[in-house]
């Protein structure tokens, strides 16, 4: 029976395709995956909107997208 390696002496530790099956990224349900990007859309709408923000405050004129 093969030992399990000393991961803390690899540089990279490369997951099976079994272990990326069972990875809890893939067992999320479908509302827990809609709550994880509402919520990163809302830390990216909100540093959209400090950008916009600090524009206004500088008075830059460049419409950026």
């Not at 509302?31 to 500088?58: P, Y």
């Amino acid at each position: 029976m093969p030992t399990q390696p000393d991961l803390s002496q690899c540089q990279f530790a490369v997951m099976s395709g079994s272990e990326v099956i069972n990875s809890q990224f893939l067992q999320l349900t479908p509302a827990e995956a809609s709550h994880i990007s509402s919520f990163v859309l809302l830390v990216w709408g909100t540093a959209w909107g400090f950008k916009q923000l600090a524009n206004f405050i500088k008075g830059d004129t460049h419409v950026s997208d």
